[in-house]
């Protein structure tokens, strides 16, 4: 992985704030209501600013919402350049590339999974408290006299030697 310029990632965080107050204030767009800047990242050269951003909506529909949001956010790159253009004072403004941040909804799988486990353990351990061994307490035998192999009377003293 190679070293993050600190200058890139000072453009992505004014890109960022830029992106995030024109979707939220300056595009009236009803496609982009929902959508969340969620990261921005800038190439080395700053020739390419890769804009991370989610949605937040009804389950049921979010692959619809998604295509139609992504379609405005499209629309709406050439417009959203230019006030980056503006706000950075860079010599050539960065091309906008718009990807869709699957991160949150792993996230919230990860977390159904982790609910259903903690779920799981609460259940083992209610079955646990009334659970009864199924022969001896301790099967293992502790300072008794055994037969050896050979028909000798062996006595063991619990320390793994025979006496």
Known sequence: MAKT?????????VIQRVIATALSTGLHDPRLKSVTVTEVRVTNDMQIARIFWTQLGDPGHAHGERKRAAQALRQATGH?????GRSTGLRLTPQLEFVYDEVP???TAVEDIM???RHRDEQLARLRENARYAGEEDPYRHGSTD?????DETVQDGSGFDH
């Open 105 to 107: 909804a792993h996230a």
């Open 80 to 84: 959203l350049r230019t006030l980056v």
């Open 5 to 13: 310029n600190p200058r890139s990632a000072r453009i992505a965080a």
């Open 115 to 117: 609910v259903a486990a």
């Open 147 to 151: 037969n050896g192999p050979d028909g």
